[in-house]
């Protein structure tokens, strides 16, 4: 707009010579239009010429008082050229694009985007279509084709068959169905060894001490296996596989209780304990937490503390495979709003080895 009205005012300002002396105008003009481009020129001796913004305005105004014929002798730029610059400037003056709304749809907003990539890559069996009608159940009316090309900018496959799970995907789909088994030798005061046997639900991480004995026969372990089955009464249809090692003691009557509630029984490897890794590590915690800080008595001592420690890991202690929730707690408490007002209580666990903290009601 500004340099519109800088090019009327000098046309305005250029039209009273040509009106008062009429011959003479044209001259003065071309002698004007000669000056300008020696000024150009000394501007710019180092390298190429070009024209400014300020000089297409004044020989833009000064071609309305040249006439045409003389233009190619006159002007240094070609006469189509210098109509062009006159059409650029009555083109600017006339434009009103920045005033009115941008044509076309509104993009799509950023945080849709980040939405679209995140379904995708959490369910890799997917496609955009699929995509697309999860949006909308969310209340995001998106199309199809704008999916696709969000997925194919973030370098995801729009296809509906990106590939097989990963390991961590197929082992935590399988995780709810599986529960494992293992023995746990405990050493006592007296230089005496009892065992236990302990179960670990793979989903909820749940830890049931099923039984300590210092003679584990086969009998005493089908025997912790059928009061384990009581023990989870409905709650055994959700189990598919029984993960387990080659000792002996598993009888195959132990198999029968679980195979009787169709679980199928899986044996590891030979010396392969790492195929049973969860197991494996929380009788490692068990040790680190508890047993390396105790002496123990007898059996009852052993199934007491072994019974406590198993409320605490159940019902308090924190599982990054969880999100930092206890295997029975189902979501996180709410936040509190003024925490530091509230007095903190602890409860000591076994005398003190493992602490217990809460807020006081």
Known sequence: M????????????????????????????????????????????????????????????????????????????????????????????????KCRARPGRP????????????????????????????????????????????????????????GGPTWREFLTAQAEGVIACDFVHIDLVDLRRVYALVFLEHGTRRLHVAGVTSHPTGAWTVQQARNLAVEFGVRVDSLRFLLRDRDARYTES????????????VKTAPRAPRMNAHCERVIGTLRRE??????????????????????????????????????????????MTAPIAHRILRTRVLRGVINEYRYAA
């Open 290 to 335: 508890v047993l390396d800080h105790l002496l123990i008595w007898n059996e009852s001592h052993a199934r007491q503390v072994l019974d406590a420690y198993a409320r605490h890991y159940n019902g308090h202690r924190p599982h990054q495979a969880r999100g930092q929730l206890p295997p029975l707690a189902r979501e996180h408490p709410s936040p």
């Open 2 to 97: 500004m340099v519109s009205l800088v090019y009327q005012v000098a046309r305005k300002l250029l039209a009273v010579p040509a009106l008062l002396l009429r011959r003479d105008a044209s001259k003065e003009a071309e002698l004007l239009v000669r000056r300008h481009e020696n000024a150009v020129l000394r501007r710019q001796l180092s390298g190429p010429v070009r024209y400014e913004p300020a000089d297409r305005l004044w020989f833009s105004a000064l071609s309305s008082l040249i006439p045409r014929r003389r233009w190619a002798q006159v002007f240094p730029v070609t006469p189509g050229t210098l109509l062009a610059w006159h059409r650029r400037l009555i083109s600017r003056k006339w434009d009103y694009s």
């Open 107 to 162: 993009s799509t907003a950023c945080a849709v985007k980040a939405l679209v990539v995140r379904l995708a890559r959490e369910n890799p069996g997917w496609g955009c279509r699929r995509v697309q009608g999860e949006l909308i159940r969310l209340g995001h009316p998106v199309g199809s084709t704008t999916v696709w090309e969000i997925l194919t900018s973030a370098g995801i496959d729009p296809a509906p068959r990106r």
């Open 254 to 265: 132990f198999d029968a209780v679980f195979t009787a509630d169709d679980i199928e029984v």
